[in-house]
C-alpha cells in the first residue's frame, strides 16, 4: 500500500500504547456502525410509535448521511490547526450524546436532529480514521491497522440489525438505541486514555477533496461507487418491511435472517482479498451487477421464506465485501492524494446512502416494494457501467506510457494488489 499521508508513527516503532489506540478506534468504528444501521431492522416501530410510514422513517437513515456528506468535505478545513486527538474525542462525545436523543425522542424532528448529529460523527471519523491510523502505528504496521478497523466494520454490520431486532422485541426500539449509550462512553474513556497529542500538520484547502476529480480515473470511479451504495441502500433500508409483508416472517426469522445476512457479509470480507489481488475491476464490475439479480431476484421469488433467505445471504456476501474493493481501487487511483481522496469517497458514500435511501423510500411509499427493488437493480447496473469507465480510464492512461508506467497502470487494475481497509 503505498501511502503519502504523514508516514511515520509520530512517536516510533515502540510506541507501547499504539495498538491499544487502534483497538479504541477499532470499538469506535463498531459502535458508530451499529447507530448508523440500527435503524434498518427498526423501521416499522418507529414508524409504528411515531406515527409515520415506512418510508419517512427511512429518512432517519438519508438525514445522517445528508450531515456526514457536509461533515466528510469540510471538517478538514474548518477544524484548521486543532490537535486531532481533541477533535476524534469531541466526534466521540457527539455520538454519546446522539444516542440518547434518538432514543427519548417525542416526535419526527427531534428524532432527525439526533441522526443528523450521528451523520457529523460519521463523516468527521471517517475521513480522518487512515490518518490517525497512520500517525500512531509505524508505516509497516498501517496496513494491519486498517484491516483491524475494517473488522470492527464487518463486525457493527453482522450484529447491528438483527440484534436491533432481537432487543426491540423486549425493550422497545428505544431500548435498542439506548444500548449504544455504555458502549460510546467506553469508547470515549479509552479514546481519553489510548490517543496521542495529534497536532495538525498544516492547514487543508477547502476544496482539496473536489480537486482530485481533476485525475482521469476519478470521476468514473466515484460516479460507480455513488451508484452502487445508492442502489444497496434504496433496497437494503426497506427490508424489514418486505420481510414482514410480502415474505410474512416473524420477528425471531427476521432476526436470524438478518444475521445470516451479516454473517455472509463477514465471509466475504474475508474472501474478496483473494480476488482483488488479480481481478480488481473485474470485481468492481461483478459485483453490482450480481446484486442487481439478487433484487430482481426477489421481487420474483419474496413470498418465498427460503429463496429469500438464500438470495439475502448472497446479497451480504457481496454487499459487504464490495466497498473493500472500493477503497483499494481508491488506494490505487491516489497514491499520492490519499487523504483527500478519502473525504472525496466518504462524502460520495454518504451521498449515495442518503439519496438511494430517500429515492427508495418515496417509491416504497407511492408504488411498493416492487419499485423500489427495481430501482436498486437499475441503480447497481448503472454502477457496473460506471466501473467500466473507470477500468477503461487506466488503459487509456497507460497508452503511450513508458513501459514502467504501462506495468504500474496494469497493477492498478487488478495485478497483486492488497487491500487496506473497508467502511
Known sequence: MTVQLGIESEAGDSRAGAWGAVLALTLC???????????????????????????????????????????????????????????????????????????????????????????????GFWSMSTATVMRIVSEREVPRALALLNGGNALATTVAAPLGSFLAQYIGW?????????????????????????????????????????????PAGILAVTLFFAGQFALFTYLRPFLETVTRVDVSTLSLILLVIGASGMLGTYLIGSVLKRRLYAALMAAPLAMGAIALGLIEFGSSALVTAALLALWGLIGTAAPVAWWTWLSRALPDDAEAGGGLMVAAIQLAITLGASFGGFLFDQSGYQATFAASAALLSASAVAAFLASNAVTWRATGTSQSTCRAHKNDAGDAISHPSGM
Do not use: H, K, Y
Open 174 to 218: 428505544r431500548g435498542a438505541f439506548f444500548c449504544v449509550v455504555p458502549l460510546a462512553a467506553v469508547t470515549l474513556a479509552w479514546l481519553f486514555a489510548g490517543l496521542p497529542s495529534m497536532p495538525a500538520r498544516e492547514g487543508a484547502s477547502p476544496d482539496a477533496a473536489f480537486r482530485v476529480l481533476r485525475q482521469p480515473r476519478v
Open 29 to 123: 468504528v463498531s459502535t458508530l456502525i451499529a447507530s448508523e444501521f440500527m435503524p434498518v431492522s427498526l423501521l416499522s416501530p418507529i414508524a409504528t410509535d411515531l406515527r409515520l410510514t415506512e418510508g419517512q422513517a427511512g429518512q432517519t437513515i438519508a438525514v445522517s448521511g445528508i450531515f456526514a456528506v457536509l461533515t466528510s468535505l469540510f471538517i478538514a478545513s474548518a477544524s484548521g490547526r486543532a490537535d486531532r486527538r481533541t477533535l476524534l474525542l469531541i466526534l466521540t462525545l457527539l455520538m454519546l450524546v446522539s444516542s440518547p436523543v434518538v432514543a427519548f425522542a417525542p416526535n419526527f424532528p427531534v428524532l432527525m436532529v439526533g441522526r443528523a448529529l450521528l451523520g457529523v460523527v460519521i463523516g
